[in-house]
């Protein structure tokens, strides 16, 4: 029995030793944001060791896969007081804590009936609660050892820091830190590697780096752990600055999780050329190339804009997973080839939720938003729950539609059954979709009901209620905006002259207008005179309007020249229209809407020869008018009709029904008479 003893405390030793090069790869977290599996690496329970196991209720644990056959297992050691031994026992409950197979209560439960248990046992429910994502207890479970006194190693204090990433404040890894001096650790490289990567995944980056630099020998995981902490919150500069001094100074060569953090900082920057040095390193120095390495170089090529190296990293892949097809489509959609992506995405062997965000997103921000919500239904067709960034992007595409149905349906379904609390940029979303559909007073509601806002915020509801004509709304937003302490930017000004411009406000629009400079630090843009153009022509003040536009620091835009021919169409003024229609043809020549507003114009004031000339400069120009079109959604389909159309499978049955409405309208009509 003593030799069994001696063994286990062998075995024991040796596990542990097998587990302290596992807990320095804790370190390695930047490999996740390159990979496609959603579940993370399986925990390995029963590290091999160097020590012989003969005993056949051992070797059996060893081999054990299933709950089942460990209770089969335990019931033996109990009949044959094996569980009293401290070797065996661990055994047990290192697979009930750490075996993807396990029962992290089956092991509290074991741990509840030990009187002393070893250092081990402690680490490994620490570790075993981290595992099921419930680091709170764990942290609980490392608090106990410091009140009573039980023996730790260096093990015990990066299985805490581990514990205290979850949900878990940087106070609680303080404390671990705090207690790492009391007992000796502080210079310990372990530990000091798993406090750099703590306060790096945390944002304590000057403490981290404290750490940092008081490591006398410093290994890859050391620098690694500093590399990821600034490239994680986007410090690329100081990452890049750090691994440039690895190179020359730390006499450790980098390995591939390193290349993957600096390959990180390049694409934050967009910096091609560095991403290119870098991909010719990992290539020179035989660094691993490992599927997450190849999809970080792929997704560094995607980000700075070079498709053509990154389709060629794509397709010499040999393995492909998920998150490699993903960054392709992404690449192409926001490259605006929306072709590519969609051959790409048809053509996925499996999809995850990114993917589907991906195209979604691409044909949301390239003013495609039928094939946006379409693809969205699709979506929840095929299972997928759409993640926040899903809801961000399909709700201002049903309100470019004006899909107020789908809009409430997310809103109702979605946002309210699932988020406790709405997050800005969704709520931001949800304003400009009720803006955008005419529910104005929803738009109002949820802005009011925001937990927090930002400037996106405030300028969604100051522009909502701009467009709709509630001009004393939206300056009175714009008043509370600033008494928050919210300084505006050049779109919030564009709101505030458009709510002027639409509600007639000329006083007050000429105020915030020479107040721009002088009271916000903004200089007038095109946008802006053109908001002031279009509020002075609307009233008729037009010879204000084209002196303002003569006197522009800058070209002026067509949306300037557009706003005065616009009001002169409203005012009747021939004269004013001839020389401003004639500026916006030089800058729009192809905008058929031009020549039929400056025709009208001219037909108002019965100048039929300068009618004749609009439509002779539109016919020799061969500018064809673009006919008018609309969309209808039924039941999550859209169709397109044009004026006159007859295309449509159902153009029959359609104009049927629109003739039987028209017989019905003027039957109320002689009713009415």
Known sequence: MNQLLSSSRSVATATATATATLISSLTFQSLKQFSSTTTTKPTKWNSPTNTIITHPILL????????????????????????????????????????????????????????????????????????????????????????????????????????????????????????????????TLLVQNGLVHFY??????????????????RDVVSWTSMID????????????????SMLMYGG??????????????????????????????????????????????????????????????????????????????????????????????????????????????GYSQNNQPKEALELFHNMLEAAFAPMENTLACVLPVCGQLGCLDVGQWIHRNYVRMRYNEISVILANALVDMYAKCGVIHEAAKVFNDMPERNLVSWNSMITAYASHGHAKQALSVFERMISGGFKPDDITLVGVLSACSHGGLVAEGREYFQNMKRKYGIEPKNEHYACMINLLGRVGLLEDAYELITKMPMEPSAAAWGA????????????????????????????????????NICASGRRWGDVKMARRMMRERRVKK??????????GQFHEFLAGDESHPQSEGIYNALDQLFAMSKLEDCFVK
């Not at 790096?200 to 020998?217: P, Q, T, Y």
């Not at 020389?579 to 192809?590: G, H, N, V, W």
């Not at 673009?626 to 969309?631: D, E, T």
Request: charged fraction near 20%; include cysteine; glycine fraction near 6%.
């Open 252 to 361: 450790v060569e980098p390995n591939e999780v390193t290349m993957i953090a600096v390959l990180s900082s390049c694409s934050q920057k967009g910096d091609l050329i560095l991403g290119k040095t870098f991909h010719e390193h990992v290539k020179t120095r035989n660094v691993t190339r490992s599927l997450n390495l190849m999809n970080a170089i792929l997704d560094m090529y995607v980000k700075c804009g070079c498709l053509d190296c990154a389709r060629e990293i794509f397709d010499a892949m040999g393995v492909r997973d998920v998150f490699s097809w993903t960054s392709m489509v992404n690449g192409y959609a926001k490259n605006g080839e929306l072709e590519m992506a969609r051959t790409l995405f048809n053509e996925m062997p499996e999809r995850n939720v990114v993917s589907w965000n991906a195209m979604i997103a």
């Open 564 to 599: 005065l021919v616009h009001a002169c169409r409203m005012h009747g003024n021939v004269e004013v229209a001839k020389i401003a229609a004639p500026r916006l043809l030089e800058l729009d020549p192809e905008d058929s809407g031009i020549y039929v507003l400056l025709a």
């Open 626 to 635: 673009i006919p008018g079109r609309s969309i209808v959604e039924v039941e």
């Open 60 to 187: 059996a644990m060893e081999s054990c896969t299933s709950m089942l056959q460990l209770k089969q297992i335990q019931a033996h050691m109990t009949k044959t007081a094996l569980i009293t031994h401290t070797f065996p026992v661990s055994r047990v409950l290192a697979f009930c804590a750490l075996s993807d197979s396990g029962d992290i209560n089956h092991a509290h439960l074991l741990f509840s009936q030990l009187q002393n248990p070893n250092t081990y046992i402690w680490n490994t429910m620490i570790r075993g609660y981290s595992k099921a994502k419930m680091g709170q207890t764990g942290f609980l479970f490392f608090c106990q050892m410091v009140q009573k006194g039980v023996e730790m190693d260096c093990r015990s204090f990066v299985f805490a820091l581990k514990a205290c990433e979850q949900s878990l404040g940087v106070l609680e890894g303080k404390s671990v830190h705090c207690v790492v001096w009391k007992m000796g650790f502080v210079y």
């Open 200 to 217: 790096g995944l945390r944002c304590c980056l000057g403490l981290a780096r404290l750490v940092f630099d008081e490591i006398s020998e």
């Open 229 to 244: 902490g600034y490239s994680r919150h986007k410090w690329c500069e100081e990452a890049l600055k750090l691994f440039d």
